[in-house]
């Protein structure tokens, strides 16, 4: 039996260098390219994905971060201590992976927030603007 190539149609993208901050009193997380301008965003439940005009993923804005976040092991004391922030953006078929990785007090969590449906209307109006 052949196996078929699953990362034939992958596309990987590292985002490093990204300006970050946590906002305590609002429990925010932002993670952004600061030279990038947003064009448009997708909620997917307390993330929101920024993205350029060019279907790029520029930034990530997290709501209820300390609550949301843990669950990745992410706790309220490593978002008050952020030293970097990088995303990886993986699109393979019709889903969108982003990992946030976050390195905080010697510690590397990574957060994934998925997307399942590339081809919706909304995604290709993104992606074709």
Sequence with gaps: ?????????????????????YDKKNDLLYVYNKKASVYTNVVVGEFHIEFSKEGDVVGVEVLRASDLLKEYGISKRLLENINDVTLKVVVQGNSLLVFMIISALNEEKTATITMNNLASPMMKAVTEA
Aim: charged share 40%; net charge positive; no cysteine.
């Design 1 to 21: 039996m052949k196996r078929s190539n699953i990362t034939r149609n992958r596309k990987e993208k590292m985002i490093q260098n990204l300006e970050f901050s």
